[in-house]
């Protein structure tokens, strides 16, 4: 009996296909964050993985903690509200985050510096974004 070898791995790729690669896809949200409209909250752009424009100075922020004010940045992640699990970590000069997504995939991490990034990570994919581009307005 003679096997032809192409057939043979043609269809053994049919029986057993290698595992997806899962994505990591990152967007500025629109509209309410928190119950906030995302742009008294900031004026910044994403180019891939990195972030740049302004993070709007917030007097008072009760929806992301009752005390909260200061600078705060909204991000979504779509395969989190796909029902995949994504983590998150924020890394800056004097603290870390980290965490997971709820369904709706939206991360609002508040910013005590320029100097952070955050990682979303979903299985063995990451998107690392660059914040260092993000300006920190000042309390008015």
């Known amino acids: 009996m003679k096997i032809n070898l192409r057939v043979y791995i043609a269809r053994m790729l049919l029986l057993h296909p290698s595992p997806a690669t899962k994505k990591v896809t990152v967007a500025l949200p629109e509209g309410d964050v928190l119950g906030v409209d995302?742009?008294?909250?900031?004026?910044?752009?994403?180019?891939?993985?990195?972030?740049?424009?302004?993070?709007?100075?917030?007097?008072?922020?009760?929806?992301?903690?009752?005390?909260?004010?200061?600078n705060f940045l909204a991000l979504k992640c779509e395969e989190a509200t796909k029902g995949e699990t994504i983590e998150w970590e924020l890394s800056q000069a004097t603290k870390k985050g980290k965490g997971t997504l709820d369904e709706d995939g939206i991360l609002v991490v508040q910013l005590t510096s320029n100097t952070q990034t955050v990682t979303f990570k979903n299985g063995e994919t990451s998107k690392k974004l660059d914040l260092t581009g993000v300006t920190l307005s000042p309390a008015e």
Not at 54 to 70: I, M, N, R
């Open 38 to 70: 995302v742009s008294t909250l900031q004026e910044v752009e994403l180019n891939d993985t990195k972030v740049t424009g302004t993070s709007k100075y917030v007097q008072s922020f009760p929806q992301f903690d009752k005390e909260a004010k200061g």
